[in-house]
């Protein structure tokens, strides 16, 4: 019994060791600047899925609190600030947003790459248009924002 505790607090141990360099999703800046410029649109037409290449894209994150687990989305299109709730995960943060209509955009912003000194990001749009799916997928990067 002692030696499957002790190897069960070993094995423990070793989990730990290998996702603290993982768990640092904890240091995001207040706000970030976010750009995408690759995508995919698709929407369903005549029975099918049809995808193009989605316009580049770009926003800010703004009033981050990941103690609260709340942000703020800024357009610049005038359109006001969308309200973010954040889902932390190991070296990642989820920003989700339930638009009026009751679709869905989620932005997961990774840790910072050391190399770039940008944060990797992913951004999707799951919504509808005249009672047909329409969703996007897009990858880019954010970075610190003044």
């Not at 730990?16 to 800046?29: D, K, N, T, V």
């Not at 954040?86 to 009751?102: D, K, P, S, T, W």
């Not at 770039?116 to 954010?142: D, I, K, M, N």
Request: proline fraction near 5%; charge should be negative.
């Amino acid at each position: 019994m002692a030696a499957r505790t002790g190897a069960a607090l070993a094995a423990t141990a070793f989990c730990l060791m290998i996702a603290a360099p993982w768990a640092s999703a904890e240091g995001l800046p207040k706000a970030l600047q976010c750009k995408f410029d690759s995508g995919v649109s698709t929407t369903y037409e005549g029975g099918k899925f049809v995808s193009k290449p989605a316009q580049a894209l770009q926003f800010e994150v703004a009033g981050i609190d990941l103690e609260a687990q709340s942000a703020r989305l800024l357009t610049g299109t005038g359109d006001g600030a969308g309200t973010l709730r954040i889902v932390r995960a190991l070296n990642a943060n989820h920003f989700l947003e339930v638009v009026n209509e009751g679709f869905l955009n989620l932005t997961t912003i990774y840790d910072i790459d050391p190399t770039t000194g940008l944060y990797p990001a992913v951004h999707s749009r799951h919504l509808g248009l005249l009672g047909q799916p329409v969703f996007a997928q897009y990858s880019g990067e954010c970075k610190s924002s003044p």
